[in-house]
Each structure stands twice: as structure tokens, then as C-alpha cells.
């Protein structure tokens, strides 16, 4: 690597000093002035409090912290009511007490949440185990909205004599503006980045070249294959961009020596939404993780990143075979990453912020599940690998006349058949899941059991995940594995899950088969509409069987869409979006070339080095700094800590480093 210039760094200082005061300046006026926040703990102590108080205070208003709102409840009956509540977002769960309304005494306001539908239940009790129903409704709150609500004797009928309106007080502000705000940032800054590259090709290295030195244009060729096995320029290349690209479905996508972009832009894509997940999407609840059945942004990123790996070693290994490297070596490869990527994910990401105690070290994690599925998906490949595509046929069997396996009769299944084996293995690890997530006993649990437990299932409270669950604590124990899962904060779980556990390493290793399945078409047909008709083939059959298996619904079907459990369902559900998703970049970026991939090829082509960076890195500056708790100074933090981490995968690139492993 090159020394580093004070140039180089006053570049690179430009940009993210100009973005980062342009985004702070403009979110930071959206939204009402922070105040101190509470814990979503504190939160949850003073909800389970109040009812116990006996001294109210006229007046006294909780704080409020993100994606939530103020309820007051008025009362004119005579007699006290309780007020019984849920989210929508916890599924089958029973309504938690709330408070008690009784008319001789003033109400608390108390929090309520806004990012998804509160089920509310006013009811009578009669002191002999029986209640009689007061009102029910649904409401989705404002965030920071003041509302009050108004228990009264006024129904609008004989069966329904009770009327419980809910109005504000004060109105609850749009938190979607910072996201919009943001986008018109970056097409911005889009915009004047292409008017100045226009302005540096239009008057040269003139009297002005100094100042428009600082946008690097100019690209340099790559030289190292990117992290996990990347396409080579030898095994699978488009046409020179200088070239006009004519035909695009039937032309061959072989003839020169540029490799494939687009599965760098994929990757790199995949990855800085998942810097930006992690850093904290700006604390949108779509930006997290699902708290148990469903999608949000936040879970596709990382099955993503585990498809494209599957395509990487798909055209790695066949350019090494080419090259006439031996199994052997291959194996010894193989085992060389698989062992360096569970390191790093064991003693670098997972011993950050001081977890660094031998009892409680988390032993799974996201790079050690890469690692497991690398190795269980690379080994198949050593064995099954061939440097060349396998030439069938049936020799002639008298009277029958059978050519069933001649090449010219399996040409549109031919990648499929020459990897026959590897299909069968991968059939019988899908088997195995099954099996075990459906037939292995749990001490205490119902067989087959996939909910979170807690308040969805107070019968099976401790029965997070079922056999998913059991397996790992049983191997790892509770100590070793992650002690904060998704589902804790909305079903009040208390036991440990780890959401890259062993039984879902076995889907996700059927992931990256697919993320296979589609490098050996690339390497299989040249032209470019076969290869992209097969995986628009492959995104409706994973995509259709997928759906199958959930009923098309978050929580319903034989096996529901789930990231903590790496469901079946959810593999072929994702696999049918990394498809499109492939699809796309393919085209835009190799076949019709209207965009080069940049930024993100180039995130791509260091993702180790950036996922490793930008895990050891958060919470400190500048990539991440103490924001007041509100979306838009979230969304600031988090979108300039993103941008900073694709700013210096750009730089390296152009330094010529990467990270290989």
C-alpha cells in the first residue's frame, strides 16, 4: 500500500466534513428540542409502578423518548375502571394491565408506544373474579403526540352504552421527515458530484484542476480478488466499457477481460445497509431487526451478503481449477478462511465493549456463522468442482434409443445436473433442519414449537425458538450466547437466544447454495438473457415455494418467515429478492453499463475490512457520537457514520489495498 499523503487525508476530511455538518445542520431542525431521555427499562419501571403510587402529582408528565406518546385517561363514572392494554406488534399475546381510573382520584398520563397499533381494553372489575367490558378500541399513536382520552356513559346505543373517544392535546410530529430530508441530501450531493466529474472532463487539467482534484474520478484496475472468493477477470468477464454493448439478451458476456461488477455492487450494497442497520437505522423501526416472525429492512442485508459469497465461490473455485490448483490446496484454503473468519469473529467483534470474560464470551456469532456456511458450502465445491462444465450423454441401449443425458437434450438444466450431487447433499441438510426443528424433543416444550415463548405463550414461557433454541444452549450453555434476542423487549423473555445458532447454520448454508446455484449459470451460459432468465426463473420458484410455506402472511403458514430461526420459508423468501436483486445490478451494471457501481463495488471489494472496521468502531468518533434521542439526530449519526465507512472503502480502492483472507 501506498504512503498515505496529507492530501489524500485533506480529501477525505472534504467530504465527510462537508456532509456531516450539511446533515446535522439540517436534521437537528425537524423535530422538539431533546430533553433527557429515560432507558427503555426506566420506561418499563415506571409503566409497572404507577399503579402502586399512592400520591399523584397534578401536572407530572413522563418523558419521551423515540417512538413514543402521552395518554392521559379522564373518567365520568362513578366507579373505578382498569385500563388493559397490547401492542399489535407482539403477536398472541394477552393484554397487560395498565392502570386503574378512579373517579376520586387524578390519573397519571402514561407512555404509550407509536410504531405500530395499540390494542386497549377498559374494563369493570367486579371484584368476584368476573369484569364487565367497557370499551375497546385500536389506535396507532403519534410520536411526541399528547392525547386524552374520556370514559363515559354516553354510548351511541343500548348495547354499546359506553364511549371512549381519544383526541390530542397537542399533535404528534411526521418522524418520517428526517428520512426525506436525507434522501434529498444525498441526491444532492449525487448531483453535484456528476455536474463537477462533467465540469473535469469538459476543461482538463486547467487553471482549476486543483479544486476539482479533489473528486477522484480516474479509476484504477483491480488487482486482488475481493473477500470469500470473487470473480476473476479470467472467469467471468463483460465487454470493455468502451465498448457499446448491442443485442444484450443474446450477446455472449465473455469476450473481455473486465470482471463482472455487479456482484461487487451487490455485496457492497448488502453491506453498507447493514453498516447502517447496525450503527442504528436511525432508530425506524423498520431499520431493526423484526422482533420475531417477518421482514424489516435490517433482515435482508445479512442473508444477502451470504447469497453473493455463494456466488463467489462458485467462479473463484472454477478460476483456480482453470489455473490447475489441486484439491488439496483448495481444502487447505478452504480450511484457512473458515478458521480466520471464526477467529475474528470470536475474539475481534465479540469481545468489543469489554465482553471479554471467558464465562461469558458469546462463542456464535455473524462472522463465525459465515464462516460455518462457507465451509460446509466451499467443501462441497472442492469435491464437486470441475474446471470445465461436464459433457453428458447416454451411450445407446438397443431398442430403447434413450439420449436423455445427451448435452443438446439438458441444455436448460445442465447447471442443475452437473452439480447433481451437491443437490442431493444439500437436499438431506434441509432434511436434517426439518427434522430437528419439528421432531426433537425439548424438555417442557410442545414438539415443534417455533414462537418466542414469554407473554405469546405464558404455558411455555422458557421455550424461545424450540429445538432452534435447545440445541444451541445445550452446546454452547446459556452463558455463551446472545443474551439480548430481538423478542425480549416486546415478549419479556428471560431466556438466552443466539439468532446465528447451529440449526440455522443449515439453512443459511442452503442460501448459499442458491448464491451458487446462481455463479454456476454465470459460468455455465454466456449469454446474457439466459443467465438472467434463469435467475429471474429461480427468484419465482424460491420465491412461490416461500410464500407456500408462510401462507403468504408474517404469522401464519406451516414454517413463518423468521431471521432469529433462519425459517425455510425465510431462506427461499430472500433467496427470491437476492435473485431480483442480482438481476438488477447485472444489468444496469454489467450488460447495459448505466452505472458503474460506485460507491459500492468498491465497499464490495473490501467488505472484511469494513464490516471488521465499522463493528470495532462504533460508539466512537466520528463515526458515531451521543445524539439527542430523536429520529433526526439519529438518522444523522448513523447515515454520516455509514457514509464515512463507504468514503474510506472509495479511498482504499484507489490506494490499491484490500483485505484478504
Given at each position: 500500500?501506498?504512503?498515505?499523503?496529507?492530501?489524500?487525508?485533506?480529501?477525505?476530511?472534504?467530504?465527510?466534513?462537508?456532509?456531516?455538518?450539511?446533515?446535522?445542520?439540517?436534521?437537528?431542525?425537524?423535530?422538539?428540542?431533546?430533553?433527557?431521555?429515560?432507558?427503555?427499562?426506566?420506561?418499563?419501571?415506571?409503566?409497572?409502578?404507577?399503579?402502586?403510587?399512592?400520591?399523584?402529582?397534578?401536572?407530572?408528565?413522563?418523558?419521551?423518548?423515540?417512538?413514543?406518546?402521552?395518554?392521559?385517561?379522564?373518567?365520568?363514572?362513578?366507579?373505578?375502571?382498569?385500563?388493559?392494554?397490547?401492542?399489535?406488534?407482539?403477536?398472541?399475546?394477552?393484554?397487560?394491565?395498565?392502570?386503574?381510573?378512579?373517579?376520586?382520584?387524578?390519573?397519571?398520563?402514561?407512555?404509550?408506544?407509536?410504531?405500530?397499533?395499540?390494542?386497549?381494553?377498559?374494563?369493570?372489575?367486579?371484584?368476584?373474579?368476573?369484569?364487565?367490558?367497557?370499551?375497546?378500541?385500536?389506535?396507532?399513536?403519534?410520536?411526541?403526540?399528547?392525547?386524552?382520552?374520556?370514559?363515559?356513559?354516553?354510548?351511541?346505543?343500548?348495547?354499546?352504552?359506553?364511549?371512549?373517544?381519544?383526541?390530542?392535546?397537542?399533535?404528534?410530529?411526521?418522524?418520517?421527515?428526517?428520512?426525506?430530508?436525507?434522501?434529498?441530501?444525498?441526491?444532492?450531493?449525487?448531483?453535484?458530484?456528476?455536474?463537477?466529474?462533467?465540469?473535469?472532463?469538459?476543461?482538463?487539467?486547467?487553471?482549476?484542476?486543483?479544486?476539482?482534484?479533489?473528486?477522484?474520478?480516474?479509476?484504477?484496475?483491480?488487482?486482488?480478488?475481493?473477500?470469500?472468493?470473487?470473480?476473476?477477470?479470467?472467469?467471468?468477464?463483460?465487454?470493455?466499457?468502451?465498448?457499446?454493448?448491442?443485442?444484450?439478451?443474446?450477446?455472449?458476456?465473455?469476450?473481455?477481460?473486465?470482471?463482472?461488477?455487479?456482484?461487487?455492487?451487490?455485496?457492497?450494497?448488502?453491506?453498507?445497509?447493514?453498516?447502517?442497520?447496525?450503527?442504528?437505522?436511525?432508530?425506524?423501526?423498520?431499520?431493526?431487526?423484526?422482533?420475531?416472525?417477518?421482514?424489516?429492512?435490517?433482515?435482508?442485508?445479512?442473508?444477502?451478503?451470504?447469497?453473493?459469497?455463494?456466488?463467489?465461490?462458485?467462479?473463484?473455485?472454477?478460476?483456480?481449477?482453470?489455473?490447475?490448483?489441486?484439491?488439496?490446496?483448495?481444502?487447505?484454503?478452504?480450511?484457512?478462511?473458515?478458521?480466520?473468519?471464526?477467529?475474528?469473529?470470536?475474539?475481534?467483534?465479540?469481545?468489543?465493549?469489554?465482553?471479554?470474560?471467558?464465562?461469558?464470551?458469546?462463542?456464535?456469532?455473524?462472522?463465525?456463522?459465515?464462516?460455518?456456511?462457507?465451509?460446509?458450502?466451499?467443501l462441497m465445491e472442492v469435491i464437486g468442482a470441475t474446471a470445465e462444465d461436464r459433457n453428458w450423454s447416454w451411450k445407446h441401449r438397443g431398442y430403447l434409443s434413450l439420449y436423455l443425458l445427451q448435452t443438446s437434450r439438458i441444455a436448460p438444466i445442465r447447471d442443475i445436473v452437473n452439480s447433481w450431487g451437491q443437490w442431493l447433499f444439500m437436499i438431506v441438510v434441509v432434511t436434517l433442519h426439518l427434522v430437528l426443528m419439528f421432531w426433537l424433543q425439548v424438555p417442557n416444550c410442545p414438539i415443534g414449537y417455533l414462537g418466542p415463548g414469554g407473554l405469546s405463550d405464558i404455558a411455555h414461557y422458557n421455550c424461545t425458538g424450540g429445538a432452534t433454541g435447545y440445541i444451541d444452549r445445550a452446546v454452547f450453555t446459556d452463558d455463551h450466547i446472545y443474551q439480548h434476542p430481538t423478542p425480549i423487549t416486546v415478549y419479556k423473555t428471560e431466556v438466552p437466544f443466539e439468532p446465528e445458532g447451529l440449526l440455522g447454520t443449515l439453512t443459511s448454508a442452503l442460501l448459499c447454495f442458491l448464491g451458487l446455484q446462481a455463479g454456476k449459470i454465470l459460468l455455465t451460459y454466456p449469454q446474457n438473457g439466459a443467465r438472467v432468465g434463469r435467475w429471474l426463473g429461480w427468484a419465482v420458484a424460491t420465491g412461490a415455494i416461500g410464500g407456500l410455506l408462510c401462507n403468504g402472511r408474517q404469522n401464519e403458514g406451516w414454517i413463518p418467515l423468521n431471521k432469529n430461526l433462519w425459517s425455510l420459508s425465510f431462506v427461499l423468501v430472500l433467496s427470491c429478492f437476492a435473485f431480483v436483486l442480482l438481476s438488477v445490478c447485472y444489468i444496469i451494471v454489467d450488460v447495459k453499463q448505466w452505472w458503474t457501481g460506485a460507491p459500492f463495488y468498491q465497499v464490495g471489494m473490501n467488505s472484511i475490512l469494513v464490516y471488521i472496521g465499522h463493528e470495532l468502531c462504533a460508539d466512537k468518533l466520528p463515526f458515531q457520537w451521543a445524539a439527542s434521542p430523536t429520529h433526526a439526530s439519529q438518522l444523522a449519526t448513523d447515515l454520516v457514520g455509514t457514509t464515512l465507512w463507504v468514503l474510506i472503502a472509495v479511498w482504499l480502492h484507489y490506494k490499491k489495498f484490500y483485505l484478504k483472507i
Open positions: 500500500m501506498a504512503a498515505v499523503s496529507v492530501k489524500t487525508v485533506g480529501k477525505l476530511l472534504f467530504f465527510f466534513t462537508f456532509f456531516s455538518t450539511v446533515t446535522v445542520v439540517w436534521l437537528d431542525q425537524l423535530e422538539v428540542k431533546a430533553i433527557d431521555s429515560p432507558t427503555d427499562k426506566e420506561i418499563l419501571q415506571y409503566q409497572l409502578q404507577r399503579d402502586s403510587r399512592h400520591h399523584h402529582h397534578m401536572g407530572e408528565v413522563p418523558r419521551m423518548t423515540m417512538d413514543t406518546a402521552i395518554l392521559k385517561v379522564n373518567t365520568s363514572l362513578d366507579y373505578a375502571v382498569q385500563i388493559w392494554a397490547v401492542s399489535a406488534e407482539c403477536h398472541k399475546c394477552n393484554m397487560s394491565f395498565m392502570m386503574e381510573v378512579d373517579p376520586s382520584i387524578p390519573t397519571e398520563p402514561f407512555l404509550v408506544q407509536t410504531t405500530f397499533m395499540t390494542h386497549i381494553s377498559i374494563v369493570k372489575d367486579n371484584h368476584d373474579g368476573t369484569n364487565d367490558s367497557i370499551c375497546s378500541l385500536d389506535k396507532l399513536f403519534g410520536e411526541h403526540g399528547e392525547y386524552q382520552m374520556f370514559i363515559n356513559a354516553n354510548g351511541p346505543s343500548e348495547e354499546n352504552k359506553f364511549d371512549c373517544p381519544v383526541y390530542p392535546d397537542k399533535d404528534p410530529i411526521d418522524s418520517n421527515i428526517p428520512i426525506l430530508v436525507a434522501f434529498c441530501i444525498y441526491v444532492g450531493l449525487v448531483l453535484l458530484f456528476l455536474a463537477v466529474r462533467q465540469l473535469y472532463y469538459t476543461i482538463g487539467r486547467s487553471q482549476y484542476a486543483w479544486f476539482i482534484g479533489y473528486f477522484p474520478f480516474r479509476e484504477t484496475d483491480r488487482l486482488v480478488n475481493s473477500d470469500l472468493g470473487a470473480p476473476s477477470p479470467s472467469s467471468t468477464a463483460t465487454e470493455d466499457r468502451s465498448q457499446t454493448v448491442a443485442n444484450s439478451s443474446t450477446q455472449p458476456a465473455s469476450q473481455g477481460i473486465r470482471r463482472l461488477r455487479s456482484l461487487d455492487t451487490f455485496r457492497g450494497l448488502s453491506l453498507a445497509v447493514m453498516v447502517f442497520v447496525n450503527y442504528g437505522g436511525g432508530g425506524y423501526w423498520f431499520f431493526k431487526h423484526a422482533r420475531w416472525n417477518g421482514l424489516t429492512v435490517a433482515d435482508l442485508v445479512f442473508p444477502w451478503f451470504v447469497f453473493i459469497m455463494g456466488t463467489s465461490i462458485a467462479l473463484s473455485f472454477r478460476r483456480l481449477l482453470k489455473k490447475g490448483v489441486s484439491r488439496l490446496s483448495l481444502l487447505l484454503k478452504v480450511i484457512q478462511r473458515t478458521v480466520i473468519l471464526f477467529l475474528f469473529g470470536l475474539f475481534i467483534i465479540n469481545t468489543k465493549k469489554g465482553h471479554n470474560s471467558w464465562s461469558t464470551l458469546r462463542i456464535p456469532g455473524v462472522l463465525q456463522r459465515l464462516a460455518l456456511t462457507y465451509f460446509i458450502v466451499a
